[in-house]
Each structure stands twice: as C-alpha cells, then as structure tokens.
C-alpha cells in the first residue's frame, strides 16, 4: 500500500507560478511511474504530467513549457513546478502513483488549484 501526501496548491493570478508537492509513504516502489493528473468542475480528470522511475517524463500538450515535473528519489517525493498559469489551469490536483510490481494505482487526496485572471 502507498499513501500519498500532497501540498502546495492555492489561489494565483494569471502569469504567476506554484508548486505542488507529493510525497510517497514509502520507497522501493520498484518500476513506477508517479505524477499529476487533474479535475476541473464538470469535466474528465486529465494526465498533467508522469515521470516514471528511469526518469522518462511526459506532459499533456497543454502545459508543454509551462510546468516541470521532477522526482527526489531520496525524500520519494515529486514535485510540479507550474509557470505562466492560466485560469483554464484551474482545477483540484491529484498525484498518481502506478505500480508495475502489481498494476496498482494510488490516488492523493487531491489539492485545488486556482488561478484568478
């Protein structure tokens, strides 16, 4: 079982930047790939952005040179830095963990995102 911890959602002005933070419970998650998706009212949750556990990364079109994801494999914690945001970036926030060892998914709690224009 992993648990999932997430920080660093918030209200931002348009053009400003956060960064959310996910950090595993535990380490040794073995092949994996761990990132962001996200869920805006009344519409489908969408991958934002993986990165898996040789460090490959892939993003959704939409935030292609805005957001960067990032992995600290000692603190088994990662990281979306997310730039330039725009009030269609507005949503709840979910980090996603899955687990090749046995086709699991994990889901955070989930945390809002919100950018004013």
């Known amino acids: 079982q992993v648990q999932l911890v997430e920080s660093g959602g918030g209200l931002v002005q348009a053009g400003g930047s956060l960064r959310l933070s996910c950090a595993a419970s535990?380490?040794?998650?073995?092949?994996?790939?761990m990132g962001w998706y996200r869920q805006a009212p009344e519409k489908q949750r969408e991958l934002v952005a993986e990165i898996d556990s040789g460090g490959s990364t892939n993003y959704a079109d939409s935030v292609k040179g805005r957001f960067t994801i990032s992995k600290d494999n000692v603190k088994n914690t990662v990281y979306l830095q997310m730039n330039s945001l725009k009030p269609e970036d507005t949503a709840a926030y979910y980090c996603?963990?899955?687990?090749?060892?046995?086709?699991?998914?994990?889901w955070g709690q989930g945390t809002q995102v919100t950018v004013s224009s």
């Open positions: 996603h963990v899955f687990t090749y060892s046995n086709y699991m998914n994990y």
């Open positions: 535990r380490s040794a998650l073995g092949r994996h790939r």
